[in-house]
Each structure stands twice: as structure tokens, then as C-alpha cells.
């Protein structure tokens, strides 16, 4: 193996591939599922295309002399590299402020993901209750809680419905909870694990009533800052009453 050309491969695709859409892709499937299933897939998705591109570069060989082929990538690194300073130097100060992102953008991928959050702690509880070897109290807690957990994604989703297509209920931008905070499966705790099941409901209650806090402190409209009030006040009482819990 040439090893000199292998280092120079490397660090030039290293480099170009920094904050590039392949990376930022990453980055977003990995915020909202399995991080190793994330792994796999998107190296799996640049191993293909890299071949399809050696296999199409090993061709180009076999029809286009390497001198000409030497010439013709340096002439488009050059075209590109002064597109992209022209675009820097040159490019019209107005329509950046046409591509801010509004507040309300965020405050809709925010509710869409609150949503996701209460249906997964909905499952989970709702399997807890399901689980016979459960003490029968505890069992009554999570039936509870899966049924109140519902009627906040029906809240959500109907603050979604009349809201959300033009996001505008917000005065800045809402800071979103970790994904280790909020998605998570409370029933693959039950049998012990650590963390122990009821501080792992306890940690997602307090961190779902952090972020409706959160909603209900940047928004203007005074219908929705009472909801979202009244969502924070009911996951705070979520988690007072799992700690209470001596069942």
C-alpha cells in the first residue's frame, strides 16, 4: 500500500467532509436514535459511495489519459475554490436575513419532538402497568401516569394542529433537552439495571417539566404559557409522587 498516498487521501477527505451535509446528517439521526445503529449506517453510506467514486475514477483511466485527467481536476478545484470566495467576498448582505431561522421553526421542532417524548414515556409506563410481577400499587402508578401522559400528547398535538404551521408563538429560541434526558425506555430499567427504574422515571419527569418551563417562559401567547405552565406543574407532581413511592 502507498502509504503517502493513503495519509494525503485521508486528510484531504477528513477536511472536506468537516461540517459537510454527510456530517450534519449524522448528527441529526444520531440526536433522536441508537447512536451505534447511526454509526454503522452512515459509514456504511460513505464506504458505497466512496467505491462507486474509486470505481468511476479507476474507468475514467482507462478512456482519458492521467496528464489530462491531472488537468482537468486541478482546472475544477480552481473554478470551485474561486466560486466560493466570489460568493464570500461579493454575495448581497439582504438575504441573510432572510435565512435566519425563526424562533418559532424551533418552537415547532420542539413540539413535534415533545410529542415523541410523551408517547415514549406513555409506552413505557403503559408497559410497566401491563408487567404482573409489579407490586399492585405501583402498578395502579404507572396506569395513571400512561393516562395522563396521553392526554399531554393530545394537548401537544392540538397545540401543533393551531400553532404550528406558522410557529410564531415564541419570542426566542427554545432550548431543546437532551436526548439522554427525555427519549428513553423506562421498561428496560424494570428489572433492576442501573439506573434503578423509578430514579429513571424520576429523571425524565423532572427533565420533560425543565423543558415546558422552558416553553411557557419564551412565549407571548398567554392561552399557551398557561398550558405549558400546567404541563410543567403536572410533571413535577410526576415526579414528586414516583418518589414518594414506597409501595
Known amino acids: 500500500m502507498n502509504m503517502r498516498l493513503f495519509f494525503s487521501t485521508f486528510v484531504l477527505i477528513f477536511l472536506a467532509e468537516l461540517g459537510d451535509k454527510t456530517q450534519l446528517a449524522a448528527m441529526a439521526r444520531s440526536a433522536t436514535g441508537d ?9 456504511s453510506a460513505l464506504v458505497a459511495s466512496t467505491l462507486i467514486a474509486v470505481l468511476f475514477g479507476s474507468a475514467l483511466t482507462r478512456l ?3 496528464h489530462v485527467l491531472k488537468i482537468a481536476s486541478g482546472l475544477l478545484f480552481l473554478v ?3 466560486l466560493i ?3 464570500a467576498l461579493f454575495r448581497s448582505e439582504a438575504p441573510a436575513a ?12 420542539a413540539l413535534e419532538a415533545a410529542v415523541g417524548f410523551e408517547e415514549a414515556a406513555w409506552q413505557d409506563y403503559s408497559r410497566l402497568a401491563a408487567q404482573e410481577n409489579s407490586p399492585p400499587e405501583l402498578q395502579l402508578l404507572w396506569a395513571r401516569l400512561a393516562r395522563e401522559e396521553q392526554q399531554h400528547i393530545e394537548q401537544l ?3 401543533v394542529r393551531e400553532h404550528g404551521e406558522n410557529g410564531d408563538f415564541v419570542r426566542e429560541a427554545v432550548v431543546l433537552p437532551g436526548r439522554a434526558e427525555l427519549h428513553h425506555d423506562v421498561a ?3 428489572e433492576g439495571k442501573v439506573p434503578p427504574l423509578l430514579l429513571h422515571a424520576i429523571e425524565h419527569e423532572e427533565a420533560t417539566a425543565r423543558f415546558y418551563e422552558e ?4 412565549t407571548h401567547v398567554s392561552s399557551l404559557q398557561g398550558l405549558f405552565a400546567a404541563l410543567a406543574v403536572a410533571e413535577r407532581r410526576h415526579a414528586e409522587e414516583l418518589s414518594g413511592f414506597r409501595g
Open 64 to 66: 482519458v489519459s492521467e
Open 215 to 218: 416553553l411557557a417562559r419564551v
Open 85 to 87: 470566495l466570489y460568493s
Open 35 to 43: 447512536r451505534s445503529t447511526v454509526f454503522f449506517a452512515a459509514s
Open 157 to 159: 398535538r392540538r397545540v
Open 188 to 190: 428496560e430499567t424494570a
Open 80 to 82: 470551485f475554490g474561486l
Open 98 to 109: 432572510t435565512m435566519e431561522i425563526r424562533p418559532g421553526v424551533l418552537a415547532r421542532i
